[in-house]
C-alpha cells in the first residue's frame, strides 16, 4: 500500500513543505553544480543517471534516521534544528523547524514520525517529478531544490 494515500495535505503550502523533507533525504545540494552532481550521484546508488521512487525513499528514509537523534521514531524540531546546524544548514529557508513539521504533521502533535516523513518525501517525489516518469532528473532535482529555497 502506498503511504501518500493515506495523507492529505492541508493545503498547497503543506505540499510545499512536504517537498522539503524530500530534500531532506539528500544533502542539501550546494550553489555550484559540481557539487549537487555529487550528491545526485550518491542517491543514484544503480548509477542509471536517474533517481527512482525506490532510491529516492531509502534516501529519505536515511535522513528521518539521521534526524532522530534520539532513535525514538519521532523527529521534533530540535533534533531538526541539531541537524541542521551539523550540516551547517545548507538547507537556508524563512521556516522554522517547527512550521516545516507543522507542514506535514498529519495527527497534529507537534512532530513527525517516519510515516509522515515518509508521506511528505513522496508528496516532494511527485511534484518534483516534472515530467511524470516516475524518475528524478538532476535537473528536477535541483529545480526542486530551489523551489524549497524561496519557499516562505
Not at 522539503?20 to 546508488?45: G, H, I, Q, R, Y
Not at 534516501?59 to 525514538?72: C, E, H, R, S, T
Not at 508528496?123 to 516534472?130: C, G, I
Request: proline share 2%; net charge negative; aromatic share 4%.
Amino acid at each position: 500500500m502506498n503511504t501518500s494515500e493515506n495523507y492529505t495535505p492541508k493545503s498547497l503550502p503543506a505540499l510545499i513543505a512536504a517537498c522539503a523533507f524530500a530534500l531532506l533525504a539528500v544533502p542539501a545540494f550546494a550553489n555550484d553544480m559540481e557539487s549537487a552532481e555529487a550528491k545526485f550521484k550518491a542517491m543514484d546508488t544503480d548509477g542509471d543517471g536517474k533517481i527512482s521512487r525506490a532510491e529516492h525513499a531509502v534516501g529519505a528514509k536515511m535522513m528521518f534516521a539521521k534526524m532522530d537523534a534520539n532513535n525514538d521514531g519521532i523527529v521534533t524540531a530540535d533534533e531538526m534544528n541539531a541537524m541542521h546546524a551539523a550540516k551547517g544548514d545548507h538547507m537556508k529557508s524563512e521556516k522554522s523547524a517547527a512550521e516545516k513539521i507543522h507542514m506535514i504533521d498529519a495527527n497534529g502533535d507537534g512532530q513527525i514520525t517516519a510515516d509522515e516523513h515518509a508521506a511528505g518525501s513522496e508528496a516532494m517525489f511527485a511534484k518534483m517529478d516534472t515530467d511524470g516518469d516516475g524518475y528524478l532528473s538532476l535537473s528536477e532535482m535541483t529545480a526542486g531544490h530551489k523551489m524549497m529555497k524561496k519557499d516562505k
